[in-house]
């Protein structure tokens, strides 16, 4: 049930909303109650949620993590991305939602972000639907009685 979704970032660093194409994951799933899982691959990108009405909310959080962690700095890692490796595993590469009546439970104002920290690049979100217990428990006995 896992599935991937690509993304083409289009900056040094950026918040790239993925909030619509996890939930079309989600519908895509059918799974009405358990958890969806969304993890970034990648050692200098990351998944964070947060407000996305406001784009402030994006900018404030890129410019306090460019301050904390500055492109340019005593690094020992030889590739130059030093920056991108620590901002990826302060924001970290996973996040789980809750999924309710098959959709997710985010908050009103709260999106789910890929995290770009050495770009532009081509990124990959894998997203994978885990439902409940007692969802697999029905389907099973859906299964066994035959029941579509
Ligand atoms: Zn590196």
Not at 10 to 22: G, H, P, Q
Not at 63 to 73: D, F, H, I, Q, S
């Amino acid at each position: 049930m896992a599935s991937r979704i690509s993304v083409l970032t289009r900056a040094k660093t950026a918040l790239e909303d993925i909030t619509n194409r996890v939930g079309e994951a989600v519908r895509r799933s059918g799974v009405d109650e358990g958890i969806c899982h969304i993890y970034v691959p990648h050692t200098t990108a990351g998944v964070t949620i947060n407000e996305h009405a406001d784009p402030d909310v994006g900018r404030d959080i890129l410019a306090k993590l460019e301050a904390l962690v500055p492109a340019r700095g005593n690094y020992r890692h030889v590739e130059g991305n030093a920056d991108g490796h620590i901002k990826a595993s302060l924001v970290g590469s996973s996040q789980a939602v809750p999924v309710e009546k098959g959709r997710l439970a985010l908050g009103r104002w709260q999106g789910i972000f890929l995290c770009e920290f050495d770009g532009p690049r081509d990124r990959t979100v894998v997203v994978q639907v885990i439902p409940s217990a007692a969802t697999r428990a029905s389907q099973l006995l859906e299964r066994e009685s035959g029941q579509p």
